[in-house]
């Protein structure tokens, strides 16, 4: 028994076994989702501490509730932290999650009805930059763009031709599933040309930017929005940056525009990550993160398989399955049997429908994190081709066969790269 899990296994057994359960699994597969991660130990202390007795509504110095001594001063480390790994003018470290986060920049800019633009869900943008289904497509008109047909990439005389013609208010910047580098200055150029406030959603790439292996948008978008999850790796909360000049209108936003108190030990862990991030060893992480990913790319080319845009230069892949004969959904699923955990995911211009869409996602900051190189990402693209290979063939006993071989040959790998945070 794990001793962190002793009181809960005698309070609660059944989540107490899920959460060993889920422990295990963390473990024992090969965890490819690019928005997820391992973090530290002191992260998860930290988020499993009392704090979470606290309510904190306000901010430092300006608290709507008394016994504010040590959360004021935790909550003023991790916003230093945060402008001093950035490079950033103000920082707000309340955002719940991303989506909220995005939303307050709505709130504290926007009235209902004005034009907001970003890149369309299924090229590779988010819900919350427009998409038709999101609060921000809903209450905000929103005109969306893409990426070419050809090159899989952002085309900006398209872009800017678009600002030009719906002159909108907030240009989004970022996405979920973009698998190169982003042009900040680009956009920033086509944001002053229409008098638009830039916005960098960098949830994804934070850590990559902090570690010096991706450009900042600071100096370019006015506003930057991230999760301090994912390659930050931290816990699952989010932060605001912004310059002097709209920093009292995000704060406003945050609280009370959306939420009411913070949740301090989520605050006190993002301060955890943050330091951790400052530390010399995380660029060497943020450099690896990439050269896997490259690794894994290459070799997933070479294999044949069809990757949108043709490769990557951060943590990401996407990669369109037409060519294979299978579809993304199955595949994903064959490959978590496999012990290779990834998500299905539309791609650009993607016929099929969302939730059964063409492609798989794939990352490497998890298993970075475990200290993983090159020579397992040539492994990893080896197992993935024979998992999608047995299952294009279509025989069940074939694919169980090979799902349960690999699965086996998963756990011997990850024996050798213990989880970090994980007693397993």
């Not at 294009?392 to 790998?413: N, W």
Request: proline residues 6%; glycine residues 8%; charged residues 25%.
């Amino acid at each position: 028994m794990n001793p962190h899990l002793a009181t809960l296994s005698s309070v609660d057994p059944d989540i107490a076994e899920l959460v060993r359960s889920e422990e295990r699994r963390q473990s024992e597969k090969i965890r490819l989702i690019p928005s997820e991660n391992y973090v530290s130990r002191a992260v998860l202390e930290a988020t499993g501490t009392v704090l979470t007795n606290k309510y904190s509504e306000g901010y430092p110095g300006r608290r709507y509730y008394e016994g504010q001594q040590f959360i004021d001063q935790i909550e003023t480390i991790a916003v230093e932290r945060a402008k001093q790994l950035f490079g950033v003018d103000h920082a707000n470290v309340q955002p719940y999650s991303g989506s909220p986060a995005n939303l307050a920049i709505y709130l504290a800019l926007l009235s209902p009805g004005d034009t907001v633009m970003g890149m369309a869900l299924p090229m590779g943008g988010h819900l919350t930059h427009g998409w038709s289904v999101s609060a921000t497509g809903i209450w905000f008109r929103s005109v969306q763009y893409g990426v070419r047909r050809d090159t899989g990439r952002i085309d900006f005389d398209e872009v800017r031709d678009l600002a030009r013609k719906e002159r909108p208010k907030l240009i989004f910047a970022g996405g979920t599933a973009i698998p190169r580098i982003i042009d900040f200055a680009a956009f920033a150029e086509i944001a002053r040309e229409v008098d638009a406030v830039l916005v960098a959603d960098i949830a994804h790439i934070a850590g990559l930017v902090a570690g010096g292996v991706h450009p900042t948008p600071v100096g370019h978008a006015e506003i930057i929005s991230t999760t301090t999850h994912k390659t930050l790796r931290g816990p699952r909360g989010a932060m605001l940056m912004c310059d002097a000049k709209h920093a009292k209108a995000l704060d406003k936003a945050v609280f009370p525009g959306l939420q009411g108190g913070p949740h301090n030990h989520t605050t006190a862990a993002i301060a955890v990550a943050l330091r951790e991030a400052m530390q010399p060893e995380f660029r060497e992480y943020a450099r690896q993160i990439v050269a896997n990913a490259a690794a894994l790319a290459d070799e997933l080319l070479a294999r044949g398989f069809d990757l949108v845009s043709g490769g990557t230069d951060n943590h990401l892949i996407l990669v369109d399955l037409t060519s294979k004969g299978v579809a993304g959904k199955p595949a994903a699923k064959a490959l978590d049997r496999a012990g290779l955990e990834v998500n299905y995911n539309t791609v650009p211009y993607d016929p099929r429908k969302p939730f059964d869409p063409s492609g798989i996602r794939l990352g490497t900051p998890a298993v970075t994190t475990r200290g993983m190189g090159p020579a397992e990402m040539r492994q990893i693209a080896a197992w993935i081709d024979e998992v999608v290979s047995a299952l294009a063939k279509g025989d069940e006993d074939t694919c169980a066969a090979t799902e349960q071989r690999i699965a086996g040959e998963v756990r011997e790998l990850t024996s050798r790269f213990p989880a970090p945070g994980i007693d397993a």
